[in-house]
């Protein structure tokens, strides 16, 4: 399973991005969708995550803030960040879990995957 990541970019403070990461590949199911953040010398953290019903968790610092949803469709899932702050700078990282098919056997094998990261950097 692939993740692609988009959406970073340079915002001053107060503004607003969109991420979004699409999930490719041999999936049968997806279940937990998120994105966590990181900055250079820390640990990464949580942002938000949504399960395939639509409940979500948030990180208490973005709640209120940032709100995350999916298209289950699409195995999509997006960040929608408003008043942006400069300690919102950091990478940010998707992540999925579920389980795969293969096309052979019919079997199910769990899985978890990471996009690649992409950039937000809030600054005046």
């Known amino acids: 399973v692939q993740l692609q990541a988009s959406g970073g970019g340079l915002v001053q403070p107060g503004g607003s991005l969109r991420l979004s990461c699409a999930a490719s590949?041999?999936?049968?199911?997806?279940?937990?969708m998120g994105w966590y953040r990181q900055t250079p010398g820390k640990q990464r953290e949580l942002v938000a995550t949504i399960i395939m019903t639509g409940r979500t968790n948030y990180g208490d610092s973005v709640k209120g803030r940032f709100t995350i949803t999916r298209d289950n469709a699409k195995n999509t899932v997006f960040l929608q960040m408003n008043n942006l702050e400069p300690a919102d700078t950091a990478v940010y990282y998707c992540?999925?879990?579920?389980?795969?098919?293969?096309?052979?056997?019919?079997?199910?094998?769990?899985?978890?995957?990471w996009g690649q990261g992409t950039q937000v950097t809030v600054s005046s």
């Open positions: 590949g041999n999936i049968f199911r997806l279940d937990d």
């Open positions: 992540n999925a879990e579920g389980y795969t098919i293969s096309h052979m056997t019919s079997r199910t094998e769990p899985f978890g995957a």
